[in-house]
């Protein structure tokens, strides 16, 4: 995008390894027909071609961090559980029970000695091996002979960070994140925190949430009052595999804006954010952004904390990733925003959005997550209690922040669009290449492309 289009480049800062550009990746110009945003049939096929093929973001490995501990990872049709064994090992399952199908866990999260079917209490070790069947004796041991221990799935761990997958066949998790597993180990998500969780039903597809998050060129038309602290011009990086990047400088106002030299109060939030005063800061909106980067590296190394690894861009802008097929990332050293867009079981125009936000709790005055990310009052920071998560129905403001929410009331508009004769297909300009790229790439699911090949002809 920056060789083609550089007036919509930004130097995100003095030359640093972090953010060298990635090279080129031509996606073409097709324009794809509007079907794939409401057409079951396209949904099937998208369940069946590249949900069950790819790897997908079960959860924080936080939340899995002791022997006996478990999340529930739904997606569709199906529910999984990944759980810590007692030797340190991750394990992924079907949440079903070998015997009637019943699920056998119902909650979120949690810690266990073992898993136990509600149905006829069946029981299961934190591996998956059956450990118990009630009144073995009636059954005829030729039954029993059939594999009756849970049914795994692949399960690896990166970045700090859990993924599954169906497909037996995929590349190591590592391998197919490329850059991006490097990138993000930077900022130690392992050690961060579930501080906030929240699920909430949109009427949309879930491309559709997805195609809002992946770029910025909205943010003047659908949420003006970003332009007085953020930049909309911006780099962007496509890498293999469906992932991007992109930089989202914070702490100077977009171009659009009309008042280039004013701290205004939103500036002015992100400098209390990084320590300084906003009532004796001396410079202009067109100094804060430096200011910002200086003064957390002061007080990084007041209290010990490693931020020589991060780039100036890093402290002050927000990188945000694209993990295809449903993830963004939004990484700051202080913390991470994680966003899924998971799909509806069997209706096309309906998703749910579920973010989380992580955060590593330090001892420091002024210390937090950035206040953009909209912690709700009197979140409990420290990370000693993991926070229900908060689900918000369909119909219902979801209360995520005013931005979100404004996202939340556009995307159902954008979603009747999208089904409109006189619509013939999305038109992407480079500002949203990372679409483009996302899409691509579920097209070589959707047309059997080379990620249904054996692991190793994919490493060859």
């Given at each position: 995008?920056?060789?083609?289009?550089?007036?919509?480049?930004?130097?995100?800062?003095?030359p640093?390894?972090?953010?060298?550009?990635?090279?080129?990746?031509?996606?073409?110009?097709?324009?794809?027909?509007?079907?794939?945003?409401?057409?079951?049939?396209?949904?099937?096929?998208?369940?069946?071609?590249?949900?069950?093929k790819?790897?997908?973001?079960?959860?924080?490995?936080?939340?899995?961090?002791?022997?006996?501990?478990?999340?529930?990872?739904?997606?569709?049709?199906?529910?999984?559980?990944?759980?810590?064994?007692?030797?340190?090992?991750?394990?992924?399952?079907?949440?079903?029970?070998?015997?009637?199908?019943?699920?056998?866990?119902?909650?979120?999260?949690?810690?266990?000695?073992?898993?136990?079917?509600?149905?006829?209490?069946?029981?299961?070790?934190?591996?998956?091996?059956?450990?118990?069947?009630?009144?073995?004796?009636?059954f005829?041991?030729?039954?029993?002979?059939?594999?009756?221990?849970?049914?795994p799935?692949?399960?690896?761990?990166?970045?700090?960070?859990?993924?599954?997958?169906?497909?037996?066949?995929?590349?190591?998790?590592?391998?197919?994140?490329?850059?991006?597993?490097?990138?993000?180990?930077l900022?130690?998500?392992g050690?961060?925190?579930?501080?906030?969780?929240?699920?909430?039903?949109?009427a949309?597809?879930?491309?559709?949430?997805?195609?809002?998050?992946?770029?910025?060129?909205?943010?003047?038309?659908?949420?003006?009052?970003?332009?007085?602290?953020?930049?909309?011009?911006?780099?962007?990086?496509?890498?293999?595999?469906?992932?991007?990047?992109?930089?989202?400088?914070?702490?100077?106002p977009?171009?659009?804006?009309?008042?280039?030299?004013?701290?205004?109060?939103?500036?002015?939030?992100?400098?209390?954010?990084?320590?300084?005063?906003?009532?004796?800061?001396?410079?202009?909106?067109?100094?804060?952004?430096?200011?910002?980067?200086?003064?957390?590296?002061?007080?990084?190394?007041?209290?010990?904390?490693?931020y020589?690894?991060?780039?100036?861009?890093?402290?002050?802008?927000?990188?945000?990733?694209?993990?295809?097929?449903?993830?963004?990332?939004?990484?700051?050293?202080?913390?991470?925003?994680?966003?899924?867009?998971?799909?509806?079981?069997?209706?096309?125009?309906?998703?749910?959005?579920?973010?989380?936000?992580l955060?590593?709790?330090?001892?420091?005055?002024?210390?937090?997550?950035?206040?953009?990310?909209?912690?709700?009052?009197?979140?409990?920071?420290?990370?000693?209690?993991?926070?229900?998560?908060?689900?918000?129905?369909?119909?219902?403001?979801?209360?995520?922040?005013?931005?979100?929410?404004?996202?939340?009331?556009?995307?159902?508009?954008?979603?009747?669009?999208?089904?409109?004769?006189?619509?013939?297909?999305?038109?992407?300009?480079e500002?949203?290449?990372?679409?483009?790229?996302?899409?691509?790439?579920?097209?070589?699911?959707?047309?059997g492309?080379?990620?249904?090949q054996?692991?190793?002809?994919?490493?060859?």
């Amino acid at each position: 995008m920056n060789a083609r289009f550089p007036d919509w480049n930004i130097h995100v800062g003095a030359p640093h390894p972090f953010n060298a550009e990635a090279p080129l990746i031509d996606n073409g110009t097709a324009r794809p027909t509007p079907v794939r945003y409401f057409d079951r049939s396209f949904m099937e096929a998208e369940w069946e071609q590249m949900w069950t093929k790819t790897w997908l973001l079960a959860g924080p490995a936080s939340d899995l961090r002791d022997a006996g501990d478990f999340i529930r990872f739904d997606i569709a049709t199906e529910s999984f559980i990944v759980a810590r064994t007692e030797n340190g090992r991750l394990k992924a399952h079907y949440n079903v029970c070998p015997h009637r199908g019943s699920q056998l866990v119902l909650g979120d999260f949690g810690s266990a000695d073992e898993f136990v079917c509600p149905f006829h209490n069946w029981r299961f070790a934190l591996d998956g091996a059956s450990t118990g069947v009630t009144d073995r004796q009636t059954f005829d041991p030729k039954v029993l002979c059939h594999d009756h221990n849970l049914t795994p799935v692949r399960c690896e761990e990166v970045a700090g960070l859990v993924f599954i997958t169906m497909n037996d066949a995929a590349p190591p998790v590592r391998e197919w994140l490329g850059p991006v597993a490097d990138q993000l180990a930077l900022y130690d998500i392992g050690s961060m925190n579930v501080i906030q969780h929240k699920q909430s039903d949109w009427a949309a597809n879930w491309k559709g949430g997805v195609d809002a998050f992946y770029e910025i060129y909205h943010l003047h038309a659908v949420h003006p009052q970003t332009q007085g602290v953020m930049d909309d011009r911006t780099q962007i990086d496509l890498y293999p595999n469906g992932m991007s990047r992109q930089f989202v400088p914070f702490a100077q106002p977009s171009p659009r804006f009309p008042d280039q030299e004013s701290v205004n109060p939103g500036i002015q939030m992100m400098l209390a954010d990084a320590g300084i005063n906003p009532a004796t800061f001396a410079g202009t909106a067109q100094d804060s952004r430096a200011a910002i980067q200086q003064a957390k590296r002061v007080r990084a190394k007041a209290h010990g904390l490693d931020y020589d690894r991060f780039s100036d861009t890093q402290l002050s802008d927000s990188t945000i990733y694209g993990v295809f097929p449903n993830v963004q990332i939004g990484c700051h050293p202080e913390a991470v925003f994680l966003h899924r867009f998971l799909p509806h079981p069997d209706d096309p125009n309906q998703f749910t959005y579920d973010t989380c936000i992580l955060f590593k709790h330090l001892d420091a005055p002024g210390y937090g997550p950035p206040a953009w990310m909209g912690l709700a009052p009197g979140t409990d920071t420290t990370g000693l209690t993991r926070p229900e998560i908060v689900r918000v129905p369909l119909g219902q403001p979801p209360e995520l922040g005013e931005v979100l929410d404004q996202d939340s009331e556009l995307l159902p508009v954008v979603q009747k669009g999208s089904r409109s004769r006189g619509f013939r297909g999305p038109l992407w300009s480079e500002q949203e290449a990372r679409l483009r790229h996302f899409h691509t790439e579920l097209d070589r699911y959707l047309e059997g492309g080379p990620h249904v090949q054996s692991r190793q002809d994919a490493k060859a």
